[in-house]
């Protein structure tokens, strides 16, 4: 055989052999996702929690302690293993981008109109308290950022305004499924909610944009100014000049089926690649594009269902277990390794549950509502979950937030998730709901004296 012949055999083999580590890291993660998803649902908890918990033990705080060599071999892959990092890091953001395009495509802009009064106060409230509390708790952190692990001086005024993002976020994604489980989606209450999370996701979004153009124009009004003025265009173009080109004509190829042709899905994908590409060389992250493209999508129901339809259950099943894996591989229970360290995670978490458990809560009351229903508001509000792990990678990457309180924010994240249906279904123990939470199995019927 001559070296012609072998040359090509020799390049596949070489690629073959840093494909297969790669392929036995997604078998693991997505395994290890399922396993999760069916375990949290057993505990009559959303799919998701379980799928970030898989991810965050499949990293150097359990996976990583418990079988440092096994682990090593699977996620590092020896000489290979920058490419492998570079793969999962890769495979991730491509999964956000896909995410947010859904997310923000199925927003829904009338929940905010129907609601009024109560959901705009529940709403400012909920963005209102935990920022503040969140800069204050900043402020105290800020001299002890050394002592927590980072490695260069941050700047505590990016540091403070992504920890006070960080606090704001509610995750309506979970919100809704959480609700539909309780068959609530469609009561006073369950609207309440979800109109006043989705506020909070669209100032949340806008304030994130905000902050991450701030850190990365270093507070220079010039570079600052013009992040944002490039930002503002970009979405004047998507309402004037995507949205009438593009909407129309996906809503008249959506088949009988309720499936857009390949055709079609092969063009939006196109112009959602365009999207986060052109929000990435602005500065603000191409997850940003993603969601905006898909926010001016969002006023068909056949549109929305037709992509739902055809890209959520790959994006859920392989994509987003890479980035909750992504996110466990880069957070060590072990940075928290003092007293003080601790201190801070325990203060992290009751700020957040204060902020918005309190501030939401507090809105509810004064806005008429029940004491009971009203805790419950703020409850389900404090749901963080997948919405918060976004926020905090963003604030990781840009180099803003240290390993330990990134570390903290992940556990803020899950803690508010687990802790969201169990008080929620037992704050409405004697209310109208009760019958329908004992219907679906999430409360047992009082026994009969």
């Known amino acids: 055989m001559d070296a012609a012949t072998c040359m090509p055999l020799l390049l596949a083999a070489g690629r073959e052999g840093a494909l297969r580590p790669l392929l036995v890291q997604l078998v693991v993660i997505i395994l290890a996702a399922r396993a999760g998803a069916i375990l949290a649902r057993w505990l009559r908890q959303p799919s998701v929690v379980g799928e970030i918990v898989a991810g965050l033990l499949l990293g150097p705080s359990a996976f990583g302690a418990v079988a440092p060599e096994l682990s090593a071999a699977i996620f590092s892959g020896g000489a290979s293993g920058g490419e492998l990092e570079a793969a999962l ?73 992504f920890l006070g993002t960080a606090m704001s976020i509610t995750a309506i994604p979970i919100l809704g499924r959480m609700l539909i489980e309780m068959g609530m989606q469609h009561t006073p209450l369950g609207a309440t909610v979800i109109a006043a999370a989705a506020c909070d996701d669209a100032v949340g979004w806008t304030l994130l944009a905000a902050v991450s153009a701030i850190a990365v124009g270093q507070f220079e009004l010039a570079n600052v100014a013009g992040m944002i003025a490039a930002t503002l265009g970009m979405a004047v173009a998507m309402l004037v000049v995507v949205r009438p080109l593009l909407l129309p004509r996906l809503e008249r190829s959506v088949g009988a089926d309720g499936r857009l042709p390949l055709g079609m899905l092969s063009l939006t994908l196109a112009v959602l690649l365009v999207a986060a590409y052109a929000t990435s060389r602005i500065g603000i992250f191409a997850i940003f594009g993603a969601f905006l493209l898909g926010a001016v999508l969002s006023g068909s129901p056949r549109v929305r269902e037709a992509f739902a339809s055809q890209l959520s259950d790959f994006v859920t099943v392989f994509f987003l277990p890479i980035f909750f894996t992504y996110t466990g591989l880069r957070t060590n229970i072990g940075s928290l390794g003092s007293l003080e360290a601790w ?15 309190g501030g939401c809560g507090l809105a509810a009351r ?17 749901t963080r979950a997948l919405m918060e792990l976004i926020v905090i990678n963003v604030g990781m990457d840009l180099g803003v937030i240290p ?7 992940v556990l803020m994240a899950i803690v508010t998730t687990l802790m969201a249906t169990p008080l929620a279904t037992r704050l409405l123990r004697g209310s109208l709901y009760e019958s329908r939470l004992i219907e679906r199995g999430f409360l047992r019927e009082k026994a009969s004296s």
């Open 89 to 161: 890091t890769g495979f991730s953001q491509i999964g956000l981008i896909l995410l947010l395009f859904l997310i923000g495509i199925e927003f829904d802009f009338s929940h905010i109109r129907r609601q009024g009064r109560l959901a705009a106060a529940v709403s400012l409230a909920g963005i209102v308290a935990p920022f503040t509390l969140g800069l204050g708790l900043a402020a105290l952190m800020a001299p002890r950022l050394g002592v927590l692990g980072a490695e260069a001086a941050i700047d505590t005024r990016a540091f403070a305004l």
């Open 343 to 357: 201190g801070w995670c325990a203060a992290v978490l009751a700020v957040a549950v204060i902020g918005k458990w």
């Open 366 to 382: 004064l806005g008429g509502l029940p004491a009971g229903e009203a805790a419950c508001v703020g409850v389900l509000m404090n």
């Open 403 to 409: 390993p330990a309180v990134y570390c903290m924010l």
